[in-house]
RNA sequence: CGGGGCGUAGCGCAGCCUGGUUAGCGCGCCUGCCUUGGGAGCAGGAAGUCGGCGGUUCAAAUCCGCCCGCCCCGACCA
């Protein structure tokens, strides 16, 4: 029996567990920098399934990457008011290179708005050089007060698609486009259920004229912020003042847009599906979509198991995504525990008792169920649990997300349902912004966003009485 | 920045209150044997500036002072 020290319940203290998940899954650490944090290889191949795949879903909306550089004049952070305003705090500022004090200092990027837009002023001239279309994946620096490995660290990783357009509306259909390829990918590839929704002026990004969110539940109920898309209107075309000559003629300024995720979405995708066992990844996710664990012996020839065990890495066509654990001083109940925390999908066993009947066993990391399988239609059994175990793991936590979520109309109701165990709050608004902060003061809740899909109807703020056409998202949030 | 907790071997901890030879324990690690269908067993072994600086003392992990770091909780944020 094991004698290893277990992760931390969920239910007893939901954030050490996650703490825990991610130290027993191997996925990141605590640098010697505070706030900072390493994001080791388990972690980082989350990243990389992440870049891949959304990578090619911005390229398919005809985007193309660049690179812009990490030190920005200070002063070009002080160009747009709502802008500075919003990150000046939170900025590294560079003052010294090369042993002298730099004339003008340097800010780390906390965003690149500034010095794209800087750039865009030179690129831009005509509505031929329009729109453009660019991505760029990098890391950014926010002088943070409290972070959490992966939520919020002082330097995350992320991309941040800028856009710039002749029209408005052009602007406006680009960001609700990158909202909707978000939707999709955390929804289809993380396995996150999300609401995309408008958020109010007081949680829009700072410079931006509107801001559009994906927004999920966690397993302890509360949102988390997974992605945003901002239509920046000509806030950055104005500060930098970056115009074109439309066909008539006549000189206007650029329309925006931006939208990023970052390594935040390697907490959701944690807190979303891992249990009292750790790390759960959904397989389209998975670097590693199933392991074989030999159960090695004397009761058959450790030599020709260990053979069968590579044939059978190779009958499932996986490719890189098997392994063969072919460890000779653990156990396999070691190897079981230490796969199920790092949260691959599917486990195959194969020991002897299999060898004879020409079969493997799998057994899925979400369910624990055992089933045995035929040799001979591994592959598509194989692949056949892997799609199950994807489609459940969305499926239970859309479930999660419904049964936390409540119709509330009146002040008494609010406040007794936003106190623990939460859950998103589906209440009218009055569309003041007094009223949110006094509700988000008494009881911490936030508007997490305006549902794109919101049925209009008609009601009354909880709050203060005055009428509301549609329910907004409450929530406390990380 | 406020509140709480913690710093002793890679990890988790005991020892501190009541100072006293070579600072312990579990896990992990190394070597060997033996095992392997849910975290095996035995034997041997390596590994420590007791967070730092200063003070008290014949003597400090232990008492006193200052400092540093980290984690958790709150206010700001993705």
Known sequence: MSRESKLTPRSEDYNQWYLDVI????LADYSPVKGCMVIRPNGYALWEMIQRQLDEMFKDTGHVNAYFPLLIPESFLQKEA???EGFAPECAVVTHGGGHELEEPLVIRPTSETIIWSMYRKWISSHRDLPILINQWANVLRWEMRTRLFLRTTEFLWQEGHTAHATEAEAEAETLQMLEVYRRFAEDYLAIPVIPGLKTDREKFAGAVRTYTIEAMMQDRRALQAGTSHNLGQNFARAFDVTFQAEDGERRL??????GVSTR?????IMC?????GLVVPPRLAATKAVVVPILGKKADPERLLAEARKVAAETGLGRAVKVD?????????????WEQRGVPVRIE?????????QVVLVRRDSGEKIPTPRAGLERALADQLEGIQAGLFERARALREEHSYKVDDEEGFRARIEAPDGFLLAHWCGDEACEIRIQEETKATIRCIPLDAEPEQGSCPFCGKPSDRRVVFAKAY
């Open 273 to 277: 599906h891992s249990d009292d066992k």
């Open 23 to 26: 130290q027993a899954a191997e």
């Open 326 to 338: 072919d460890r000779e001083n653990v156990s396999p109940g070691w190897k079981y525990h230490d």
């Open 82 to 84: 709502e802008h500075v």
């Open 254 to 259: 650029v329309w925006a847009t931006s939208w």
């Open 350 to 358: 194969l020991g002897p008792r299999d060898l004879e009947q020409d």
């Open 265 to 269: 979405l390697i907490g959701a995708l």
